[in-house]
């Protein structure tokens, strides 16, 4: 039995991964702001993560065999939790995302490389990136603008404090987009395609569309939790096998929905409809593989998924 602690965990996919690793036998903690109540048989620390002074007379002298950070954002938040943690925790994951690549959020051409299982299906562009293609410390602060900007730079920066001068084993998991769990996918992304689609309302795309990854919401608690129990450090990808482009994923709705999708092609520069790209946005998930992870191909549980968005209408 180990000791896990989870920072955040009260909503989504964070869920499913307490109570894996408190069915699995271990002792699991949730700290949180009061925002949500752990499930029964799980601790609960109450606290603001922000705050180092109150975030240590919180935990008191609480120590954890690993940390699962669902909700670090920004760098400021990487800082106190490396002060805080350092001495308590034998191994720390933190939840990053497929955004740290993103070329719109950082400066010139990046550059993609590797193979391997992330492949792309429906879409054009280059290989996916591997963990490689990006080195949080080596890149710096980027100047940028922007609610996209913002969430990739506060990830790649946040990244960058866990991994310059480790003081305690550190994973960042960079998490392909989520879907499925019906409305517990709070973004409504998933939801764009089967109401409008449902509805014959056209789909906004770009007029050469990149693919991109994707991972069900408990492969990704599965994957976080794998994460805990190994020993390997620095950043892994999390993305199901293949990756898809807007429109591949226009008729995997429509087979599901029962009528044919309509497309709208915007103007270069334009804002489209969530997944649609006019730039490389899929990971190779071949490190993770090669360590031991076994993905679903997401054709297998995204139709799935778009039936229980659609009943939840």
């Known amino acids: 039995m180990n000791t896990i602690l989870v920072i955040g965990g009260s909503r989504y996919f964070g869920k499913s991964l307490v109570t894996k690793a408190r069915d699995a036998g271990h002792e699991v903690t949730v700290l949180n702001r009061g925002s949500g109540t752990p499930p029964a048989g799980v601790g609960h ?105 913002e969430y990739a730079e506060g990830k790649r920066r946040a990244e960058a404090v866990f991994l310059r001068d480790p003081l305690f084993p550190y994973v960042s998991v960079r998490a392909a987009h989520v879907l499925g769990g019906g409305r517990e996918e709070f973004t409504g992304r998933l939801g764009h395609y089967v109401e409008r689609i449902a509805a014959g309302i056209p789909v906004d795309v770009h007029q050469a569309p990149y693919a991109t990854s994707f991972i069900h919401h408990r492969e990704i608690a599965d994957l976080l939790y794998w994460a805990a129990g190994h020993s390997f450090t620095g950043p892994v990808n999390a993305a199901s096998h293949g990756a898809l482009d807007v429109t591949a994923l226009g008729e995997l709705v429509a087979e599901r ?57």
């Open 45 to 149: 620390v109450v606290a603001d993560r922000d705050d180092e002074e109150r975030l240590r007379a919180a935990l008191g002298a609480r120590t954890f065999d690993t940390v699962i950070d669902q909700v670090c954002y920004t760098p400021q938040q990487a800082a106190v939790a490396r002060r805080v943690f350092t001495g308590r925790t034998g191994r720390y994951v933190m939840t990053s995302t497929m955004e740290v690549y993103d070329p719109a959020t950082l400066p010139g051409a990046m550059h993609v490389g590797g193979g391997g299982g992330g492949g792309a299906r429906g879409g054009r562009g280059p290989v996916p990136v591997t963990e490689e293609s990006l080195d949080p410390v080596t890149t710096g602060a980027v100047p940028g603008s922007g609610p996209a900007h």
């Open 257 to 313: 929905v029962g009528r044919r999708p309509r497309y709208r092609v915007v103007g270069e520069g334009a804002e489209a409809s969530p997944f649609s790209f006019d730039r490389a946005y899929a990971m190779d998930n071949g490190r993770a593989a090669a360590l031991g992870f076994a993905f679903r191909p997401v054709t297998d549980w995204l139709p799935g998924a778009i039936d229980e968005d659609a009943a939840g209408r």
